[in-house]
């Protein structure tokens, strides 16, 4: 099996890119998921949270019926290994414990990537060009919207409310950056109220040479 790296600039707004963005709104150090308890809330764990898992299964399954019924629709002759494909696919992997592991090809749905495994099902079965990237674009739609249901909404329902408890709203992230640019231009008066009181010197004027030389040598 061959691994590909594919650097993405979508992020999810995960606790730790909040806590970035906003330092002075949220707590420090490490912030759990508001689900689980058990993982930092981070875009690496958004996927990956046990809580999901169920849900992942139940839409991988639903959708591996969905996929193979628009192929069959489209198709003027069925391949006797189109049921068998598709079943076989690791997208549609739901072999796995309490949580979707970071290999599998969903987990790069979920994080807005396509991978080779679900591009494969269409190209192997749907030959014309325009109609693959038509029924590609109506699977993903669906598939991405429940997604977005199960994982990112839910999710997101909870982290507003723990928000709420913390008195963190809308307005105070809209406004931050303005707000505290402001107070950070203002001119500090620490040195005023805490400066250590000056010291007065008196400068000595020697009005002769404090040592002198006797036989070469200073004294």
Wanted: hydrophobic share 35%.
């Amino acid at each position: 099996m061959i691994f590909v790296t594919i650097y993405c600039n979508f992020i999810y707004p995960s606790i730790d890119v909040q806590q970035r963005n906003y330092p002075r709104l949220y707590p420090l150090g490490n912030i759990p998921c508001i689900e689980c308890q058990n993982t930092q809330d981070s875009n690496a764990h958004i996927g990956t949270c046990t809580e999901h898992s169920d849900d992942i299964k139940l839409v991988l399954d639903a959708e591996k019926r969905r996929l193979i019924t628009i192929l069959i629709e489209n198709l003027d002759e069925i391949p006797p290994i189109l049921e068998s494909f598709v079943h076989n696919s690791p997208f549609f992997n739901i072999n796995f414990d309490d949580r979707i592991p970071i290999t599998h090809p969903v987990y790069l749905m979920i994080h807005n990537l396509v991978p080779c495994d679900l591009s494969l099902i269409f190209y192997n079965f749907i030959n014309n060009k325009k109609l693959r990237f038509s029924l590609f674009i109506q699977f993903i739609t669906v598939f991405m919207q429940q997604i977005d249901d199960i994982i990112w909404k839910k999710r997101n329902t909870k982290v507003k409310s723990w928000e709420r408890s913390l008195s963190i709203t809308k307005n105070k992230k809209r406004f931050y950056h303005r707000h505290h640019r402001k107070r950070n231009s203002e001119p500090s008066t620490d040195h005023l109220i805490d400066a250590p009181p000056l010291r007065s010197y008196t400068h000595r004027r020697f009005t002769i040479t404090p040592y002198f030389r006797e036989g070469g040598i200073l004294r």
